[in-house]
């Protein structure tokens, strides 16, 4: 993964916690559904970092304005309430085709 900007050894981990092993497969993937897979690897998921994907997915360094941040944090914080509302017998229910949460 050290071929996107902004990523060191730490990401790198996270994200062969999730399956993750190629940067190839991070671009494909995208910022967004990349970190839910992160989270949902039980891995720990931190603001800085998913922007610092973000921008390095632009080819950018890692610091945004504010406004950037303002405009990424609902992003961020979306995955993680998806994740944490896919767990334990909602997930039994969505494998098993009972559709969603009603």
Known sequence: MSSIPNLGPAADREFARAGITDAGDLRRMEADPADLAVIRANAQAHF???????????????HCSPEEKAALRPRFDAPKAQAHSDTGIQLILNEIGTGARR
Do not use: D, T
């Not at 922007?51 to 997915?57: C, F, N, S, T």
């Open 48 to 62: 800085i970092g998913y922007y610092a994907l973000v921008m390095g997915l632009q080819g950018r360094p890692k």
